[in-house]
């Protein structure tokens, strides 16, 4: 396993700024409001050939009636159970606070190694004299550093790194699928998350847009490896007005980009609606692997057509997506919630399917048989060859004589005709069209 390092302390002391300057890229949402970091958010880091991970937590507010903010509390306290090393972040400019001794305190208790930096010391060269005071903390030397201008992050991850266990030869072949669960708002992702791990590892509330950053949970089974990255909910343009909500839908993006499977979750009680049209959207343009989650299933009156009919309903408007299988779960009873991984599974074979130029030939030699390629002015569509250029999603070239004539109607045509032959359930395909002469690749 590789070690994880965990940043905690009271908030708006800086954590995201430093856990963002420490893995190099903008993962977490920083902004000066407390509390926008709600749930745990990890990132892989290297120093000194070490690769471990990190992960930012929301603000501990020791005593708190707030409900948001006794979930960050607890997401936190997950977080410090589960780290090998913890580094406790305090505010120079605000000085110790009877917050941060309640929060030492905790850290002590927990028995694990803490690391305490002091950060917003941005003057370069003469230390501080402020920072002494926090010795009265009882974690040993503070580790004065900027996550604004980078200083004192080295001396921060050297001293992390005296706490990490001897390495062992850490055999890291990924063959885990990364699954993306995506949908607009309160539709329930984050339970879906819950009620797959078992635990309470994303912030569940039914406040709408509780979970404001992508997070990934890694999860194994009889079935295989999983990364399960649970997304923002993606609300309506016109409703993106504040500007962390701007981060969360590019965040959204940026999850399904790294995804190779998608669970778009729908709400059984309000059917699709325009809001899902666009995220549903958004993984098919992207070229993913989806499988249509009908969330809240529970929930609703049912007779014997009940099903049939919302699953026409789903067909009819999401008409551009009929190869994704269509599975109706309840996060809150766990009902067929099992059959997802199966599904998983299939979707993203599918999605890696290869089919050879041979048999590719002989399926269109069939199809142009059966429907003549169309005319125009008297010249004919002739097409010479087809062949796969690459997978996830399975794309590809359609050599021809001329692609002007190659009527979108027609590609479509071909496209039926491949997915009846070899399946291709789940996944969206993609048919460029070249004319003979034209580069291939």
Request: net charge negative; hydrophobic share 40%; glycine share 8%.
């Amino acid at each position: 396993m590789k070690p994880l390092v965990a940043i905690v302390g009271r908030p708006n002391v800086g954590k995201s700024m430093l856990f963002n300057k420490l893995c190099g890229q903008r993962l977490s949402i920083v902004e000066d409001t407390p509390g926008v970091t709600r749930d745990r958010l990890y990132a892989q880091c290297e120093w000194r050939n070490r690769v471990f991970d990190i992960v930012d937590t929301g603000g501990i507010e020791p005593d708190t009636d707030n409900q948001i903010l006794s979930f960050m509390r607890e997401q936190a306290e997950i977080a410090i159970q589960t780290a090998t090393v913890i580094v406790f972040v305090c505010d120079v400019k605000t000085g110790m606070t009877a917050s941060d001794q309640d929060v030492a305190n905790l850290l002590l208790r927990s028995r694990k190694p803490v690391v305490l930096a002091v950060n917003k010391a941005d003057q370069v060269g003469r230390e501080n004299p402020d920072i002494y005071e926090f010795y009265n903390l009882g974690l040993g030397d503070p580790i004065a550093v900027s996550a604004v201008h980078g200083h004192g992050t080295g001396d921060l991850l050297d001293a992390c790194f005296e706490h990490f266990p001897p390495e062992e030869a850490e055999e890291e072949e990924d063959d885990s699928i990364k699954v993306a669960i995506i949908g607009k708002p309160n539709v329930g992702k984050s339970s879906l998350v819950n009620r797959i791990l078992g635990q309470e590892r994303v912030i569940v509330s039914d406040m709408a847009g509780t979970t404001r950053d992508a997070v990934d949970s890694c999860f194994e089974n009889g079935q295989g490896k999983y990364w399960f990255i649970d997304t923002a909910g993606m609300r309506k343009k016109s409703r993106v007005d504040d500007r962390i909500e701007k981060f969360s839908v590019l965040r959204a993006t940026m999850a399904i980009e790294r995804s190779d499977v998608c669970l778009i979750l729908i709400d059984a009680q309000e059917g699709v609606t325009e809001q899902d049209t666009k995220v549903a959207g958004l993984a098919h343009e992207a070229g993913k692997a989806c499988i249509i989650v009908v969330n809240k299933w529970d929930a609703i009156e049912k007779d014997g057509k009940t099903m049939d009919k919302m699953r026409q309903e789903v067909r009819r408007d999401l008409s551009y997506m009929t190869y994704a299988p269509i599975v109706f779960i309840s996060a809150l009873t766990g009902q067929r919630v099992d059959r997802l991984f199966e599904l998983i599974n299939y979707v993203n074979n599918q999605a890696a399917m290869r089919i050879t130029t041979g048999m590719l030939n002989s399926v269109l030699a069939d199809a142009t048989t059966r429907v003549q390629p169309p005319t125009d002015k008297g010249r004919r569509l002739k097409i010479y060859y087809m062949t796969q250029v690459g997978i996830k999603p399975p794309h590809f070239v359609c050599f021809c004589n001329d692609a002007r004539l190659f009527h979108f109607s027609y590609q479509r045509y071909l496209e039926n005709q491949i997915r009846s032959t070899f399946g291709l359930e789940g996944t969206p395909v993609r048919l460029t069209v070249r004319e003979r002469g034209e580069k291939e690749g």
